[in-house]
């Protein structure tokens, strides 16, 4: 964690053209220390978010998965990213979705595939936007269904 937060913060200052002797000077200033290896976690966190303060953005690790290839699949991401912008996820990430699927419909379905993207029958495919709708509706989340089929 704490070799991931210095790395971050070397590509921050990297990124936004500072050197070693303002680095030092961002450091000391923030913090009180001027070396990395004499922070903790939290003081870390403080550098980095400084310089995110300054325009630094973070790139996500790896690469971004491409847009799900069907219309009704690209739905049910659209409407579990508005729940998650509403704040009722516990894990609004893909991750939090597949088990949200694999919790709610396992039972019925027996046999759940890793991802949500790997769904192919229509029905259970319904059967997931179904149920995130009514979770939408309890939850008084207004969707815009304009140009979605459902």
């Known amino acids: 964690m704490k070799c991931d937060l210095q790395k971050k913060i070397h590509v921050g200052c990297c990124a936004l053209g500072i050197d070693s002797d303002a680095r030092r000077a961002l450091r000391l200033a923030v913090t009180g220390k001027a070396s990395m290896t004499d922070m903790n976690t939290a003081e870390l966190n403080l550098v980095l978010d400084r310089l995110k303060d300054d325009g630094f953005k973070v790139q996500a690790k790896g690469k971004s998965r491409p847009q799900a290839s069907r219309q009704n699949l690209r739905l049910v991401h659209v409407l579990w990213k508005k729940l998650g912008e509403a704040g009722v996820l516990e894990d ?22 890793l991802d949500v993207d790997a769904l192919r029958d229509q029905e259970k495919i319904d059967q997931v936007i179904q149920a995130l709708k009514a979770w939408g509706q309890r939850v008084e989340i207004e969707f815009n269904w304009t140009g979605h089929g459902t």
């Open 92 to 113: 609004p990430s893909r991750k939090g979705l597949n088990s949200f699927i694999r919790a709610r419909f396992h039972k019925v379905w027996g046999h759940i595939p």
